[in-house]
């Protein structure tokens, strides 16, 4: 029997070191990236996140102040919910157009 020679050839994973550093350059930075499958993937990120530099003090606040801004300024989101759309308190809490409300 042959031994399974696409073991041998199979690219490193990325170390725990390039991981945790990604997810700081990420941090510094305000960005996203893709998990990397290989250590060479890994180190490719690496280099992008690092040419991207360091957000700024300045730029993390502004940033800060206008999601808090938007968030005050906008009552009628579409996400919140409202008082007439449920019923009950707590743990009895449902929604007024629960279809099971309406065959009671």
Same mark, same amino acid.
């Given at each position: 029997?042959?031994?399974?020679?696409?073991?041998? @050839?199979?690219?490193?994973?990325? $170390? &725990?070191? +390039?991981? #945790?550093?990604? !997810?700081? /350059? *990420?941090? %510094?930075?305000?960005?996203?990236?893709?998990?990397?499958?290989?250590?060479?993937?890994?180190?490719?990120?690496?280099?992008?996140?690092?040419?991207?530099?360091? @957000?700024?003090?300045?730029?993390? $606040? &502004?940033? +800060?102040? #206008?999601?808090? !801004?938007? /968030? *005050?300024? %906008?009552?009628?989101?579409?996400?919140?919910?409202?008082?007439?759309?449920?019923?009950?308190?707590?743990?009895?809490?449902?929604?007024?157009?629960?279809?099971?409300?309406?065959?009671?």
């Amino acid at each position: 029997m042959k031994p399974n020679t696409s073991a041998r @050839s199979a690219k490193p994973p990325p $170390t &725990r070191n +390039q991981l #945790a550093y990604l !997810r700081s /350059l *990420a941090n %510094r930075s305000e960005t996203t990236f893709t998990y990397p499958r290989t250590s060479a993937q890994a180190s490719a990120e690496i280099k992008r996140l690092q040419a991207l530099g360091e @957000s700024s003090a300045a730029d993390r $606040t &502004r940033e +800060q102040r #206008a999601v808090q !801004r938007d /968030l *005050a300024e %906008r009552p009628n989101d579409a996400a919140k919910v409202r008082f007439e759309e449920t019923r009950g308190y707590g743990s009895s809490a449902r929604w007024a157009s629960d279809a099971s409300e309406d065959r009671r």
